[in-house]
């Protein structure tokens, strides 16, 4: 076992972590297979959230394993500028067939916030290249999460993520969130009021004028924030007003996509076409970095103009479509394919709804919401400290052996989609346990 002496966490700056409390009482993993990870202290830790929302297939799958040594000593690196390698295109190839209808071109990038990053660039441009230079201004909502580029800081909506850095982007406004306790407490998937928090988009119209607004981000289910499950009909009446006044809507599908809700992406199960989709974490099962942007024909066709020796998007990054990535995910599609783990987790979701519904009535519980294989736990915060009976309570879990999240005083939930039925009901026992004893 490596040493965990407080001298040698020194210089490693964590990111989004509490790095005194952390270095003062380090939580090490040093292996993972399946559902389980290991301790540095050799504990068995389900994993509750897919390490971060992204291990959707599980831990250490032989197959993607296998195909990442394969390409390592096969072909390393290739420049993604000016050149490219096949297992790129037959990646954008099948990926592109996973989206619903003409979202058929992807640009690959690294991380869920590059993708956030290349979406706005996309969208701002393409309203310039079709001659609307002045569709500049971009609408997230409040308490959405899309990464921490400037651009994801300027669109997203968690004020902790955006006090400390100035006054970000000009040009963004947000739509307010969509959760209201008062009206959705307990809902069992998504809750029937708050539709008409979509008609804010038409206030934001008459507040700056559709031809200066170009696109509007979310994310259909907002994960980071604790799980916040849009209101039926509201994703539908987002995309109705967009059309009306031809702005480009992005779904931010970081979190949703490859399985979590039982489809290869939330747009398949809501049955609403966005007009680009960001991705990232479960393509690859985490296994390399690597994120997407998908785009509909059209505004890829927008941008095939001028002389053809020109470079129509002067965007991207070294390691856009790295061989490595590329491996990952092409095995981590066959994965999910010849598992059928979206069908698989499909079947789970109803399960897995009366299991996060079980915890109705325990200490601190005022909330429990799901959808798919998403759940999130919302904990009465204590007076004039928030977010700290959270974070005990995650302290605590990963002291019984389950890994969880949380955000604040909410627990967030995301398991593997091979999880069986017996370790749903270990995780949740986990969590109770945690709650009866917890301050
Ligand atoms: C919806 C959404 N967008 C963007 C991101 C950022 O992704 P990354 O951490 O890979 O940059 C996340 C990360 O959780 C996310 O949930």
């Known amino acids: 076992m490596q040493s965990t002496a407080a001298a040698d966490l020194e210089s490693y700056w964590m990111p989004f972590t509490a790095n005194r409390q952390f270095k003062a009482a380090p939580r090490l993993l040093v292996e993972a297979k399946g559902v389980y990870y290991t301790s540095a202290d050799d504990r068995r830790i389900l994993d509750g959230t897919a390490g971060m929302w992204c291990v959707n297939a599980g831990h250490g799958d032989r197959r993607i394993v296998e195909a990442v040594q394969h390409q390592v000593t096969e072909l390393d690196y290739s420049p993604a500028f000016q050149m490219g390698h096949p297992k790129a295109f037959e990646l954008a190839n099948r990926l592109a067939r996973l989206m619903p209808g003409d979202l058929d071109h992807v640009f690959f990038t690294n991380s869920g916030s590059e993708s956030v990053e290349t979406a706005l660039k996309i969208a701002i441009a393409y309203h310039r290249v079709c001659g609307q230079a002045m569709c500049t201004r971009l609408i997230g909502r409040e308490r959405g999460y899309h990464g921490v580029g400037l651009g994801g800081t300027s669109v997203g909506g968690m004020v902790n993520n955006r006090r400390l850095f100035g006054s970000l982007l000009a040009g963004v406004d947000h739509l307010p969130q969509t959760h209201d306790r008062e009206h959705q407490a ?254």
């Open 186 to 439: 307990f809902s069992r998937g998504q809750p029937e009021w708050g539709v008409h928090l979509a008609d804010e988009l038409e206030c934001i119209v008459g507040l700056h004028g559709a031809e200066t607004i170009s696109a509007v981000i979310v994310e259909p289910v907002a994960g980071s924030a604790g799980v916040l499950v849009p209101p039926k009909r509201y994703l539908e009446r987002l995309r109705a007003i967009c059309d009306k006044y031809s702005i480009l809507l992005i779904f931010d599908e970081v979190i949703t996509a490859f399985g979590r809700l039982g489809t290869a992406s939330a747009a398949e199960y809501f049955g609403i076409q966005p007009d680009l989709i960001t991705c990232a974490k479960g393509l690859t099962n985490a296994v390399v970095p690597m994120g997407a942007v998908v785009v509909r024909k059209p505004i890829y066709d927008a941008f095939m103009q001028g002389p053809n020796y020109a470079i129509e998007l002067p965007h991207g990054y070294t390691y856009s479509g790295h061989p490595l990535a590329c491996a990952a995910g092409l095995a981590t599609l066959d994965v999910y394919r010849d598992d059928k783990l979206f069908q698989r987790a499909a079947g789970l979701a109803s399960y897995w709804e009366s299991a996060v519904h079980s915890l109705k009535g325990l200490p601190h519980v005022v909330d429990l919401r799901n959808l798919g294989l998403l759940a999130g736990i919302e904990l009465e915060s204590r007076l004039g400290k928030p977010s700290e009976r959270g974070f005990e309570a995650f302290l605590k879990c990963f002291e019984k052996g389950a890994l969880v999240r949380t955000t604040g005083d909410i627990i967030a939930l995301s398991p593997p989609l091979i999880i069986e039925k017996a370790q749903i009901d270990q995780l949740f026992s986990i969590i109770a346990d945690v709650l009866k004893v917890l301050d």
